[in-house]
């Protein structure tokens, strides 16, 4: 299996312009989370779903941030418009079983807002 | 809002001594893990404590548990060089929910 697949690997964008960052998971896996990465608050879940179908969303920081599974094998995390506070590591994860269970990790995008 | 605190922040070491990192939590869990970074890449899985669990082992990596102090901590001993990443403990809560909250994370160095 090629793990989680996370697109694009880094991504540079000017403030005001629209992000979308892509995510493949793992097939089989009927859990999908997008976390973010920063050093001043570590790795904060965003949102996360389950068969396809948001669960949680309450970690979302603002409306300009938006989450699609439009099937089980993609889901995008949309950024419109995009802030210079909103350059971070966003990292991808999936699982399947159990409540809890261990998590596998993209290699993540690097955003930089200018 | 973070769950696990790791300790220390960071911690540097000599090739073949023994790494510990500590975690503490606040509320009731099901489970305690624990993952690796190394840099510029994604979170790996490293290993799973069950709360009913005191004390795990895998290879030269051991997690010891204690729900009364709401604390674990992860010994890696013989070290080497390629231990060299940042180690976060991740809490799975009780009460149904899915998330797996994570700490902050200790940055270890192995010095050769």
């Known amino acids: 299996d090629a793990g989680v697949i996370q697109s694009p690997r880094h991504e540079v964008t000017e403030m005001g312009q629209e992000v979308t960052l892509r995510c493949k998971p793992i097939s089989g896996h009927d859990y999908l989370f997008w976390y973010r990465q920063t050093m001043m608050r570590g790795l904060e879940l965003l949102i996360y779903f389950n068969n396809n179908v948001p669960i949680d969303d309450s970690g979302m920081p603002e409306d300009r941030f938006s989450a699609k599974m439009p099937n089980a094998s993609f889901s995008t995390l949309k950024i419109q418009p995009s802030e210079p506070r909103d350059s971070a590591v966003y990292f991808c994860a999936s699982r399947s079983g159990q409540p809890n269970e261990k998590l596998f990790f993209g290699s993540g995008t690097q955003l930089s807002v200018l | 809002s973070q769950q696990g605190e790791e300790d220390p922040q960071a911690l540097s070491i000599q090739e073949g001594e023994n790494a510990t990192m500590n975690c503490s939590y606040k509320t009731s869990i099901n489970n305690l893990q624990w993952y690796r970074q190394n840099s510029g890449r994604g979170l790996v899985h490293l290993i799973l404590?069950?709360?009913?669990?005191r004390e795990k082992h895998s290879g030269r990596l051991r997690v010891t548990l204690d729900t009364s102090k709401k604390s674990s901590s992860l010994l890696i001993t013989a070290s080497r060089a390629a231990d060299t990443a940042s180690y976060f403990c991740a809490t799975g809560t009780q009460g149904g929910s899915e998330k797996l909250v994570f700490g902050k994370g200790t940055k270890l160095t192995v010095n050769p």
């Open positions: 404590i069950r709360s009913n669990e």
